[in-house]
């Protein structure tokens, strides 16, 4: 056999093993039954997504804080003075 049809081969049935995996893996789940003694209506760790309140705090940037600009500009001023 050419090497073309041994690629080809390769394609058809040797790739074919993870897909069946994952079809059977996906079924599995689909008839999979809950777990005894745990009432899904109690147990939910999932919370539906809240937009915050209030601000956001401000940034740290790379040219420092608020307070630090004021605190320069006052010794920058009584140095001038």
Do not use: C, N
């Not at 994952?22 to 599995?28: I, N, P, S």
């Amino acid at each position: 056999m050419s090497s073309g049809a041994w690629e080809l081969v390769f394609m058809l049935l040797i790739l074919k093993i993870p897909m069946v995996y994952l079809g059977l893996v996906v079924w599995y789940a689909i008839r999979a039954e809950p777990e005894p003694g745990i009432d899904p209506s109690e147990y939910s760790v999932w919370q539906p997504w809240r937009k915050p309140k209030g601000p956001r705090p401000r940034r740290g940037g790379p040219h420092g804080t608020r307070d630090a600009v004021r605190a320069s500009r006052a010794r920058r001023d009584r140095v001038a003075a």
